[in-house]
């Protein structure tokens, strides 16, 4: 069965400081891999993502990810945590399984302490 | 690009009245998708089109929920008669999905969401 699992409900970081927020996936096909971002009241807004090319994976706002398949990992980082950064973040696997099916993390929601 | 438009942004309404949300889609996208995010449930995904064809609708609540999508630029989600529990906010999404063994990313593009409140 393919699934997406985000490890973590919440995480809390002082400004500044790394961030890391987890999703492991788990597919019998070859996945693309997505981080979204939702700010309060906004629609979720592509962070970056995988396609089978190269395995670290740089997106916007100083944000990458990298794809470790033995590991079935898709983790989402940042060196220096922002203020701006407090959103929640989902993890998102799609599929080509004769259409495209795409399957949602249950979302981390991302705190920034000053 | 203007992106994925909905409307309306934010709509409050008695129980039992029609509500009817409304999306326009990116241009040259062949698929659309609709979802419900609420804070118990999380994101749902409701229905989605390919070439205007609805191709997966378990995820529709109820018989009051129907969508539509006559053409390739228009949707809409009808919810009647309307529920407190239809409180939530409706994203619509789009892609341009190909044919198997396509090449395209499966990238979503997301609209702002129309947040609906039904006393």
């Known amino acids: 069965a393919q699934s997406v699992t985000q490890l973590d409900s919440h995480v809390s970081v002082s400004e500044g400081t790394p961030v890391l927020l987890r999703c492991n996936y788990s597919s019998s096909y070859s996945p693309s891999l997505f981080w979204y971002v939702q700010h309060p009241n906004k629609g979720l807004q592509l962070l970056l993502k995988?396609?089978?090319?190269?395995?670290l994976v740089k997106g916007i706002n100083g944000f990458e990810a990298e794809f470790k398949k033995s590991e079935t990992s898709f983790h989402l980082t940042k060196p220096s945590a922002h203020m701006s950064d407090a959103a929640e973040y989902f993890c998102v696997v799609t599929l080509n399984t004769g259409g495209f099916k795409t399957i949602f993390g249950a979302g981390t929601r991302l705190f920034v302490k000053a | 690009d203007a992106g994925v438009i909905q409307s309306p942004r934010h709509e409050v309404t008695e129980m039992g009245q029609e509500v009817t949300l409304r999306c326009k889609p990116i241009s040259g996208h062949n698929s659309l998708f609709w979802y419900r995010q609420t804070m118990m449930r999380g994101l749902e995904l409701l229905i989605y089109f390919n070439n205007n064809v609805p191709i997966d609708d378990s995820g529709m609540p109820e018989d009051r929920f129907s969508a539509k999508m006559p053409n390739a630029s228009f949707s809409t989600l009808k919810i009647q008669p309307s529920e407190p529990r239809d409180s939530a906010v409706y994203f619509c999404a789009s892609r341009q999905t190909t044919n198997p063994g396509g090449s395209v990313t499966g990238e979503l593009f997301f609209g702002e969401g129309s947040r609906l409140t039904v006393l």
């Open positions: 995988y396609t089978s090319a190269a395995t």
